[in-house]
Nanobody
């Protein structure tokens, strides 16, 4: 079991930056594929980014080049650095952890993830 707590959301103007944190307890994050998802009102939960192994990362096309995922294993924390934010990035952002067996070949699918945080709101004003 792993518990995830996100923080760092808030209100920012378009073009600004935020860094989200996802602190884990219970087990080491290095044991999991870690993902970030987001959900805007009236929309389905959407894949944003994932990290696994020593340094492998993957991004959705909508955030590639603007967002960056990273881990600090000593702090058992995953980060999502979000730059050049756009109003369409407005959503509740969730971090999630997947067992490698579940995530194999489907890291962009929310159903592959076993554990979820409570979410943090990101609002980007135009």
């Amino acid at each position: 079991q792993v518990q995830l707590v996100e923080s760092g959301g808030g209100l920012v103007q378009a073009g600004g930056s935020l860094r989200l944190s996802c602190a884990a307890s219970g087990r080491a994050l290095s044991s999991y594929v870690m993902g970030w998802f987001r959900q805007a009102p009236g929309k389905e939960r959407e894949f944003v980014s994932a990290s696994w192994g020593l340094s492998t990362t993957y991004y959705s096309d909508s955030v590639k080049g603007r967002f960056s995922i990273s881990r600090d294993n000593a702090k058992n924390t995953v980060y999502l650095q979000m730059n050049s934010l756009k109003p369409e990035d407005t959503a509740v952002y969730y971090c999630a952890a997947a067992n490698y067996a579940n995530a194999n070949g489907r890291i962009v699918n929310p159903v592959a993830y076993d554990y979820w945080g409570q979410g943090t709101q990101v609002t980007v004003s135009s």
